[in-house]
Nanobody, 118 residues
Framework: QVQLVESGGGLVQPGGSLRLSCVAS????????MNWYRQAPGNERELVAS???????TYADAVKGRFTISRDNDKNTVYLQMNSLKPEDTAIYYC????????????WGQGTQVTVSS
């Protein structure tokens, strides 16, 4: 059973940066598409960024040009570099893994809080 543990969240001022990490255990992320989602209070969970096992990336329009997703398969870790943060980026950020050959094989982390405020 794959377990995902996020870290790196916190309080940051508008315009600041954070880097989130998601470390996987119990499985190898090279077999998974890795995603970052976020959920703000009162909102539905939304997809922020994805990276395939071939390292192709996609981003939500709201974060394009500011966020960068990357993966290190040797470290079994996926990252989300967040720059030029805005108050509307405030949310709980969740790591998600979807097995490439079995789309019903899905795993979630517990989330890490990101708060952007002055």
């Amino acid at each position: 059973q794959v377990q995902l543990v996020e870290s790196g969240g916190g309080l940051v001022q508008p315009g600041g940066s954070l880097r989130l990490s998601c470390v996987a255990s119990g499985g190898m992320i090279r077999f998974y598409t890795m995603n970052w989602y976020r959920q703000a209070p009162g909102n539905e969970r939304e997809l922020v960024a994805s990276i395939t096992n071939g390292a192709g990336t996609t981003y939500a329009d709201a974060v394009k040009g500011r966020f960068t997703i990357s993966r290190d398969n040797d470290k079994n870790t996926v990252y989300l570099q967040m720059n030029s943060l805005k108050p509307e980026d405030t949310a709980i950020y969740y790591c998600n893994a979807v097995m490439v050959v079995a789309l019903d094989n899905v795993h979630w982390g517990q989330g890490t809080q990101v708060t952007v405020s002055s």
